[in-house]
Structures are given as structure tokens and as C-alpha cells.
């Protein structure tokens, strides 16, 4: 959804209650809250996508630094491409068709984009990890035992 600011009265309107606001305001310039471009009341409705889910959050384009403003998405302080916070890890918890949901943080997702953006996070790659060494180690330590002592 698009959003934009308007430059006459400081409101920010989404595209489709534009036109209810040229009943209140007097509104001649709108600018865009993703790209930030401005557009006058004429071609405002002609901008109908700029920027993706994914270009926004996953790559920060509206951030300082994002591809946008000429930096790079990826992490540009550790300078090693293993660290890509762009690369999703645990792929099995993630479902491969609507709905988009991870099984491991129980978290529900609007389309393929945003779950793959979800699996590249810090925190499904925490939860994924345990999840996976919970599997492969916890079967050797327990013999069976009830989980809080059992006696």
C-alpha cells in the first residue's frame, strides 16, 4: 500500500482516501513516504508501487545507507559475505506454499517474500538452531526421561 504526505497540511494519506482528502485540503504536492519523490495532485494517482517489501525491509531502502541512497544492503561493518544477514538459514521450518508460515517460530507471513526475509532474521536463525541441535542431541542425553524429572 502507498502511502504519501502531504506538503499543504502535514497529513499522510494512503492512496486510496486521496481523493476525500481534496475535499478537506486545498493539497497541490504529495510526496511519497517509501521513495520519497513528490508528485503534484495530477500524477499523484499514476504512482501506484516503488518500492517492494522486500527492497524496504529486507534491504533497508528507505533507511540511511539502504541501495536507495547509494550504500549496499548487506552488513558493511563485518565485510565477510558469510554473515549476510540477506542469506535465510533453517529452510526446513519454512513452508514452500501458502500459508506462509514458520512451524519453528510459529509465525505467520504474508507471501513468499516476506517468510524468506523472516528466515534470513536474526531471531529465526537463533530459534532454528536450537530447534535443529534439540533434534540431532537431545535423543542421546534423555534415555526417554520425562522433560522435567518425571519421579
Same mark, same amino acid.
Given at each position: 500500500?502507498v502511502?504519501?504526505? #502531504?506538503e499543504?497540511?502535514g497529513? =499522510?494519506?494512503?492512496?486510496p482516501?486521496?481523493? $476525500?482528502h481534496?475535499? &478537506?485540503c &486545498?493539497?497541490? @504536492?504529495? &510526496?511519497c513516504?517509501d521513495c520519497?519523490? &513528490?508528485f =503534484?495532485r495530477a500524477t499523484?494517482?499514476g504512482?501506484? +508501487?516503488c518500492?517492494?517489501?522486500?527492497?524496504k525491509?529486507a534491504?533497508a531502502a528507505t533507511?540511511?545507507g *539502504?541501495?536507495?541512497? /547509494? /550504500?549496499l544492503?548487506a552488513? @558493511?561493518? *563485518?565485510g565477510s559475505?558469510? *554473515? =549476510?544477514p540477506?542469506?535465510?538459514?533453517g529452510?526446513?521450518?519454512?513452508? +514452500?506454499r501458502?500459508?506462509?508460515k514458520?512451524s519453528v #517460530?510459529n509465525v $505467520?507471513c504474508?507471501?513468499r517474500e +516476506?517468510?524468506?526475509?523472516?528466515?534470513? *532474521?536474526?531471531?529465526?536463525k537463533r @530459534?532454528a538452531?536450537a530447534?535443529l541441535a534439540a533434534?540431532? /542431541? /537431545?535423543?542421546n542425553?534423555? $534415555?526417554?526421561?520425562?522433560? $522435567?524429572?518425571? +519421579?
Open positions: 500500500m502511502w504519501f504526505h #502531504c499543504d497540511c497529513d =499522510t494519506i494512503k492512496k482516501k486521496l481523493v $476525500n481534496y475535499r &478537506s &486545498s493539497a497541490s @504536492r504529495f &510526496s513516504v520519497l519523490q &513528490s =503534484t499523484v494517482n504512482h501506484t +508501487t518500492v517492494t517489501e522486500h527492497e525491509y534491504l533507511k540511511p *539502504g541501495f536507495a541512497a /547509494g /550504500g544492503p552488513n @558493511r561493518e *563485518g559475505a558469510a *554473515g =549476510t540477506a542469506e535465510p538459514t529452510l526446513e521450518f519454512l513452508s +514452500t501458502p500459508p506462509w514458520c #517460530c $505467520n504474508t507471501s +516476506t517468510l524468506m526475509s523472516h528466515g534470513a *532474521g536474526v531471531k529465526h @530459534r538452531r530447534a533434534v540431532n /542431541g /537431545g535423543n542425553g534423555h $534415555n526417554g526421561a520425562a522433560p $522435567n524429572g518425571g +519421579t
